[in-house]
């Protein structure tokens, strides 16, 4: 069964009808949200967890089947050789690699990336930038994203909420006044950061 966002309201349904919906949706996160003593390898096989029971997560663990395809994920995201590497170990854009190939081995039918590039160098967040757009051919993908000229470039679509409220919602490429209106004050500190990305 798909993700039915038309039909489920996830603010009046019941436990068992959340944690189902949470199984089809894969999470990019900030801070990678990574077990640093584990293996890269474990680390992409335990996003999995949510969708096998306790019984067998602790008995008998994950298949060779299983492990396969969360190597196949490492190597779609050009990490294979760290599959064995102490996550700790890795460098930022290194665990946000296997923080995507974690949210691949999920296999979700939406996946949501959190501020992905925030703590990322700008080499490794254009890399970063560059394996998530591949990912929207086969599933929606909606991030957060705070710099305009990455979502103008990556991006298919922009949504930007004011004061809580949509103020746009339309094409990624913003024009300067648009920019200034959204970000207001923020946008000479914003435009200072992505100078540091684009040159």
Not at 28 to 51: C, D, M, P, S
Not at 63 to 70: Q, S, V, Y
Not at 153 to 173: E, H, W
Not at 175 to 180: D, E, G, R, V
């Amino acid at each position: 069964m798909g993700l039915n966002v038309k039909l489920n309201d996830i603010c009046k349904i019941n436990k068992k009808q959340l944690r189902h919906i949470r199984q089809q949706i894969g999470v990019i996160f900030q801070g990678y949200h990574l077990v640093k003593r584990l293996t890269a390898l474990e680390n992409v096989l335990i996003g999995r967890l949510g969708q096998i029971n306790t019984f067998r997560s602790i008995v008998y663990g994950f298949t060779d089947e299983e492990a396969a395809e969360a190597m196949t994920a490492l190597e779609q995201v050009k990490i294979g050789n760290l599959a064995n590497a102490k996550t700790g170990n890795l460098s930022g854009g290194e665990m946000q690699r296997v923080a995507i190939a974690r949210a691949i081995f999920q296999k979700p039918t939406l996946l949501i990336a959190d501020e992905p590039i925030s703590n990322l160098d700008p080499s490794n967040a254009k890399t970063i930038m560059k394996l998530i757009r591949p990912l929207s051919q086969n599933i929606p993908v909606v991030g957060v994203f705070h710099q305009p000229e990455m979502t103008a470039k990556y991006c298919t679509r922009v949504i930007a909420i004011k004061d809580g409220k949509v103020f746009y919602d339309g094409d990624p490429k913003l024009s300067n006044k648009q920019l200034a209106d959204i970000y207001g004050e923020e946008l000479s500190l914003i435009e200072q950061q992505e100078q540091g990305f684009f040159n």
